[in-house]
């Protein structure tokens, strides 16, 4: 009978410490769970938000370019910017050589790469030399110094219409190259 009563004496201990081991390790983990995220309905997962943005990029003491955004949100892990209704001013050597209205951007900050967007409309890139761009998106190859795009796109300027698909240019020197399905027309015709 001893025996028994021993078995039965331990047993209890046995099964009195799993339950106040398993206490301990559910309360354990149930205090340091981390707390629900906090839903923001305006910066979802962005670093900083804000109103009036505003990004240069200097070389030797002098802008190459400034975007202006009404709207941002930074994202410092990516990198990244977001923008909304963008305005892009690209400085040649004389002052500025190119404006550029947009629906939406994006900029690498640490890159300075910067590509914009429009939904509905073309983007409009006027150039100081009198011709015209319009494309749909638009991106810059900052280390290039370079803009890019593989949209159709269509140049007027100087009597004459140019459309294709893709363009190379560099502002420097005012080059710009077509790249694909080139056609140029004359508005004398």
Partial sequence: MSNRFMRWTLGGIILGLAVYLGYVVIGHVRSTAPPPPIDSPVLED??????????????????????????????????????????????GQDGEDMMVDADEGLINTETNDFSLRNQETPIVIELANGFTIFTPDLHWIDEKQEIRTSSPVTIQGNGLTITGVGLVGYLESEEFTVLDHVHVQSLSQ
Avoid: I, N, P, S
Avoid at 74 to 84: D, K, M, Q
């Fill in 46 to 91: 962005a670093d900083a938000g804000m109103e009036g943005f505003v990004y240069h990029q200097t070389k030797d003491g002098k802008v190459q370019w400034e975007v202006a955004a009404q709207r941002a949100e930074v994202f410092e892990e990516r990198h990244e910017a977001t923008l909304v209704d963008v305005q892009l001013r690209l400085f």
